[in-house]
């Protein structure tokens, strides 16, 4: 196994874009099978449905799903089919850091859908809209492990 990961070229940590598949074809090229029987999802439109308001992951499983098993094909798991979003999402910056200033700026927005508030003397119920304010500074690059040069 040494030997094959040395002369592939493998090191360790694992670049990001060595996945369990890349790993098989290198050190069990006789397992792989030339049909994969798994439909694959369209993951740039996955990507595009999560922007909408109530669409998560486990609802677009099950249309994927839905949509195999209507066409005869055989869908990922549901875990299989997130781990797949996630990689395509990281190789393809589907995401991106945003870098702020401690205090500088203040993210609003309204929260989806109307809530129920219930008045707890008269039991009325009356909708309301949710608002969010958020001061979006995480201070990554501040907890980032500083080197000392020796005098």
Request: glycine share 4%; charged share 25%.
């Amino acid at each position: 196994m040494l030997e094959t990961a040395t002369k592939s070229g493998i090191e360790w940590p694992l670049d990001e874009t060595t996945t369990n598949e890349v790993l098989m074809a290198i050190f069990y090229p006789d397992r792989l099978t030339a049909n994969n029987h798994r439909k694959e999802a369209d993951y740039s439109a996955i990507h595009k449905e999560l922007a909408k308001p109530g669409v998560n992951l486990s609802l677009l499983w099950s249309e994927y799903c839905e949509t195999c098993y209507t066409n005869g094909d055989t869908p990922y798991m549901y875990s299989q089919f997130c781990d797949k979003y996630r990689h395509w999402a990281r190789v393809t910056k589907a995401t991106m850091r945003i870098r702020h200033k401690p205090g500088d700026v203040m993210q609003v927005d309204w929260a989806g859908n109307t809530i129920p508030i219930q008045d707890p003397f008269t039991g009325d119920t009356t909708e309301a809209y949710l608002f969010v304010a958020v001061l979006p500074c995480s201070c990554y690059e501040c907890k980032q492990k500083r080197h000392r040069t020796s005098s």
